[in-house]
């Protein structure tokens, strides 16, 4: 095996790049290791372009192999690896929006890159994921403009050595690429960041935060940028040593006459259509005249260029004049609102959409609901609430938890107007509904003060830009309708910009190219805008981030400025929301099941349980109350119509604790000789000696007292042990068997 290793030290740790003839037939690999976690990159290239495709083909797949963290994982009957887990799909996303941008996207090539993850420890495998697909496109022979580097940076709180948190051990140091143990506990960190870039900027975000500051997340990127340039230094050095000859891929121009046709028939009419504000009716400004000139033009182009064309050649012709409207449509919105400050709508670049917010009112029959407008994108958001033993079990390479708080996002294709498959949950569903999960995840009670588990559902009616923000705000909305008290409403915007374009004829070429940043982007804004910059938080601070951009990256002094502007946007759409429903209901829907919490001796579970569950059993069959017991003693009763408070007592007897000097009533069950044996509950029983029954002297137990009678008790001694109570009537009550021979 031909072998050579490449080491750089971040974050306190070794990352070793091993390059071997494993799989050499791709076009790029890499085996990339940090402590014993190890992944595989391969990069691969089609051949020949695909005819007449519209856009560039990159595939990305991150893979999961139950192997790497030494299990059998999967049902009973399948034991291999099936669809991938939520978190192989998000990891997926986050190495396909680092990499996108730094390519041709005139490409009409297929792009591949798979990583597979072969070993993992208590180190992140995302994080080195997407350093090594860098490395692997970096040194194959493919056209592509890294390599970019990538980290995880946060505030997390101090461990000892058994992984225990101080929750007041937070300090200002920065953690970089932090182990699993040290960020278990997502409620004590400040905040966590996934930061990728190159050249000093950034390309890629994905953040959590407890409502932090945002000169605070500024400084976090700029700590993350340094650690990126040693990625940068450390991949450009093995590139120059073993990197491939990059292909050259030849650029399909367009013919003169198309763009005359294009010059003399629609240019001058496109930024009329452009900007064309939103007739009545119409929720997208200038959509409609947009779209009908699009169509105009691609009827000139069949009538001029068809005839004289054929087959496969034609429709290729035809998708450089569909790319040329569309370029054309980019530059004239990046020039007027870098020049004139003028957007697609009209609106001011600082000013949110015409707003709309309704907590619930849908129906009584929903736990809560939310609807939320933000101009011509519309979200309805759905709370539904269960008890623990609806959470959801995630059992991954290193997850092993138990979620009690879910946020799904559906965006059918109705939404934006159009014909396609229903049903099918996307990479882009699971990525806006996690970005939202983890927005609203920071403000929810904790277990103690609210056990239930969360479902949310986010259905996007209508699209007009940024519909995973909207469904924080729906969201936040169907929270405080369905009485979850949450410590704050959380509210999402997403900042666009418009950057010069230094290499187009149209813009000079400056050091620091001119740029505005757009509040609140709307379709044309997301489609043709620079940076789609997510940001969603509280009055108080951030709660989360996920940056996209489509140009190389973004220096930090503009997500810096980005960030402040959308603390402003957020405001006002906090207000909005806060004017709807001030604060959450003081109760929940009464169509929500009851869940009470009960406290039992750990010692006790096994009786509660019973052999094979039988006990168990028998109590949810008689109470109809769902029962979840925590190995700490913790006991939840989930039901309706007064199941819980039964099970409660049932229960509370069984594991009843009875301490010397307590005093209750009992039923005798049992005399004997030597005494009485009363029934306490109808699990425990305790004996009260003859000498115990009254203050005078009894010769016989059957001359005072008889079975089914009801009398008062006192505990006099208690032997764990053997599992006795003596009990005294005497001392419960002297004077309960008064005037017995005469004698009080």
């Not at 050649?313 to 054309?328: V, Y």
């Amino acid at each position: 095996m031909q072998k050579k290793e490449y080491s750089v030290e971040i974050g306190g740790k070794m990352m070793t790049a091993i390059f071997t003839d494993l799989a050499d037939q791709a076009h790029g690999s890499v085996l990339l290791k940090y402590g014993e976690t190890i992944v595989l990159a391969t990069a691969c290239m089609s051949k020949d372009s695909q005819e007449g495709l519209g856009f560039f083909n990159l595939t990305v797949d991150y893979t999961e192999k139950f192997y790497a963290a030494g299990k059998i994982l999967g049902s009973r009957f399948v034991r291999r690896e099936g669809k991938p887990s939520e978190e192989a799909i998000l990891a997926s996303r986050v190495i396909d929006r680092t990499l996108r941008p730094l390519f041709d996207q005139s490409i009409r090539h297929a792009v591949q890159v798979i990583v597979t993850v072969l070993s993992v420890d208590d180190n992140d495998p995302t994080i080195l994921a997407v350093n090594a697909a860098s490395l692997a496109l970096s040194v194959s022979n493919i056209p592509w403009a890294g390599p970019i580097g990538c980290v995880r940076i946060g505030k997390y709180p101090a461990r000892n050595a058994s992984g225990i948190a101080d929750a007041g051990g937070d300090s200002d140091n920065l953690a970089i690429n932090p182990s699993q143990k040290l960020r278990l506990d997502d409620t004590l960190y400040k905040f966590d960041l996934t930061v990728c870039g190159k050249d000093g900027n950034i390309n890629m975000i994905e953040a959590s935060a407890h409502q932090s500051k945002e000169d605070e997340l500024e400084k976090a990127f700029i700590a993350a940028s340094t650690e990126i340039s040693k990625l940068e230094e450390f991949q450009k050095k093995i590139v120059s040593e073993i990197g491939k000859e990059k292909r050259i891929i030849e650029k399909e121009t367009i013919s003169p006459e198309s763009i005359a046709l294009f010059n003399e028939n629609i240019l001058p009419k496109m930024e009329d259509a452009i900007f064309a504000h939103a007739a009545a009716g119409q929720a997208v400004a200038g959509k409609a005249k947009i779209d009908a000139l699009h169509t105009e033009w691609n009827n000139l182009v069949r009538e001029k260029f068809t005839p004289a064309m054929a087959g496969q050649a034609a429709r290729k012709d035809f998708q450089l004049e569909d790319n040329l409207f569309d370029d054309t449509e980019n530059d004239i919105l990046h020039e007027k609102a870098i020049k004139e400050n003028k957007r697609a709508d009209g609106r001011k670049m600082d000013e949110v959409r015409d707003l709309f917010a309704q907590a619930g009112g849908l129906s009584s029959q929903l736990h809560g609901s939310g609807i939320f407008y933000r101009g011509g994108t519309h979200v309805l958001s759905v709370l539904t609430l269960g008890g623990p033993e609806d959470r959801n079990l995630v059992d991954g390479l290193q997850l092993h938890v138990e979620k009690r708080f879910m946020h799904h996002y559906n965006f059918p294709p109705y939404s934006s107007g159009e014909v396609g498959r229903s049903g099918f949950t996307n990479r882009r569903e699971v990525g806006h509904g996690a970005l939202a999960e983890k927005a609203l995840a920071m403000v929810l009670p904790p277990v103690s003060e609210f056990p239930y588990t969360m479902r949310l559902v986010s259905e996007s009616m209508a699209s007009n830009g940024s519909t995973s923000q909207a469904s924080i705000c729906a969201s936040s909305l169907a929270l405080m309708d369905g009485g979850v008290p949450i410590l704050a409403p959380v509210a999402g915007v997403a900042m666009g910009l418009m950057i010069e374009k230094i290499t187009n004829d149209q813009f000079p070429i400056s050091k620091e190219p001119r740029y505005k940043i757009l509040t609140d982007i709307q379709g044309p804004e997301d489609h043709h805008g620079d940076m789609d910059f997510k940001i969603a938080g509280t009055r108080e601070g951030v709660t989360a981030i996920q940056l996209d951009v489509k140009v190389e990256g973004v220096p930090i002094k503009i997500l810096g400025e980005a960030m402040k502007q959308a603390k402003t946007a957020r405001a006002t759409i906090l207000d909005s929301i806060e004017k709807e429903i001030p604060k959450p209901r003081a109760n929940i829907s009464a169509n929500a099941p009851t869940i009470l919490i009960i406290k039992i001796n750990p010692d006790k579970i096994g009786m509660v349980i019973g052999g094979g569950g039988k006990t168990i059993k028998e109590i949810k069959e008689k109470t109809g109350a769902e029962i979840t017991i925590d190995d700490d003693g913790t006991v939840y009763l989930t039901g309706k119509d007064g199941g819980p408070d039964k099970a409660k007592e049932i229960i509370e007897s069984m594991t009843h604790e009875f301490k010397i000097g307590e005093v209750l009533k009992g039923e005798v069950v049992k005399i004997a000789d030597f005494g009485a044996f009363v029934a306490l509950n109808p699990f425990t029983d305790g004996m009260v000696h003859i000498s115990e029954l009254a203050p005078f002297r009894v010769e016989r137990v059957s001359d005072i007292i008889k079975e089914g009678m009801i009398v008062p008790v006192k505990i006099i001694k208690v032997d764990t042990e053997r599992g006795k109570l003596s009990l005294s009537i005497k001392e419960a009550d002297k004077y309960f068997f008064a005037n017995k021979n005469g004698a009080k």
